[in-house]
């Protein structure tokens, strides 16, 4: 039988498509908490509950670690280092998206434009996104964790593991005495993460290959071989190397259908989006048009596509 993990899941509802957040409690010296979740009374009144509940309060927690910069990751944060004192710590990736001035949508629009979305489209995404931002206060400062860095408790330690894919600055934290991974958004049991389109972390005038780079590190857990995955969403993964199995078919399934509906005329991004998943709405019109360029990136690594840019958009043909 299994021990009990050393951290306790805090539960609850989000305003968001995965319906639902866990975040980790790891009451160990300094008492950490892994994610904050939104802005959202549901999310404060379950950390205020479970801190309660072990005999702390806010003024307890000493450390705060993020797993990317989603605003479902982090909206909590400043509001919990202010009552707390708590440092903050996220991978140098993905830092940039919790501090003033960063704008998600401002940072998408050029690749959105080059993908083909049109203007009213455009629009649309942009008023989610000013109602996302109510989500999440900006912060002053984060601290930087690193690959293979060791988050050190009492009693025990956790491995920084740097899975860039569904976020460039992604990282999963691995007990590596227990063979348990805190997993993030990285592996899910019932859906796969998005593989969100970025700059490139070495070259932001170019758009990462979020789907090569997320299909890398799951390899590279595989190789871990964790027990069991505690995910941010959904319940505990008790056969990670299936689900890893599962989750790389499906993208295998998905990439050849992509490849099915190239033709020699040439499509944008988002015209094979809707071909795909129907005309998208709201946040949907990113990820359907993120998942689409991830998968093109695989066939034109594959030398099974070809792209064509032409007045700022880029088209894709068969070769």
């Not at 009990?4 to 639902?20: D, R, W, Y």
């Not at 690959?147 to 569904?166: M, R, T, V």
């Not at 796969?192 to 857990?221: C, G, M």
């Not at 998905?254 to 509906?261: A, D, I, T, W, Y």
Request: aromatic residues 8%; neutral net charge; contains cysteine.
């Amino acid at each position: 039988m299994r021990q009990e993990p050393p951290a306790v899941p805090i539960t609850f509802p989000v305003p968001f498509m995965v319906k639902s957040m866990n975040l980790y409690l790891f009451p160990a010296e300094p008492l950490t908490l892994l994610d904050t979740g939104p802005k959202t009374p549901p999310a404060r009144q379950a950390i205020r509950k479970t801190l309660e509940t072990r005999g702390y309060g806010y003024r307890d927690l000493k450390r705060i670690i993020i797993t990317h910069g989603h605003v479902d990751h982090f909206g909590l944060a400043r509001e919990l280092a202010q009552a707390s004192g708590a440092a903050i710590y996220i991978h140098p990736y993905d830092a940039y998206k919790l501090l003033h001035g960063y704008s998600f949508i401002r940072e998408k629009l050029p690749l959105l434009r080059e993908a083909g979305v049109p203007d009213e489209r455009l629009k649309e995404l942009e008023g989610w996104c000013i109602n996302a931002d109510k989500l999440f206060d900006p912060l002053d400062e984060v601290h930087p964790l690193q690959e293979n860095e060791q988050i050190s408790f009492d009693s025990f330690s956790l491995k920084i593991i740097h899975c860039p894919g569904h976020s460039q600055g992604h990282i999963c934290l691995y007990d590596e005495e227990r063979k348990e991974l805190y997993g993030g958004d990285h592996i899910l049991k019932h859906i796969t993460p998005n593989p969100a389109i970025e700059p490139s972390p070495s070259a932001p005038e170019k758009r990462s290959h979020s789907l090569v780079q997320y299909l890398d590190s799951l390899q590279k857990i595989d190789r871990l071989n964790p027990s069991c995955i505690f995910p941010a969403h959904g319940p505990v993964i008790d056969s990670p190397r299936k689900r890893i199995k599962d989750i790389q078919r499906h993208h295998l399934r998905r990439k050849e259908r992509l490849q099915g509906l190239l033709n020699g005329r040439g499509s944008t991004a988002y015209d094979l989006g809707q071909k795909l998943f129907g005309i998208p709405k709201e946040m949907d019109i990113f990820l359907i048009v993120s998942e689409v360029l991830a998968h093109l990136d695989l066939l034109l690594k594959e030398e099974k596509a070809v792209a064509l840019a032409k007045n700022g958009v880029i088209y894709y043909s068969t070769p």
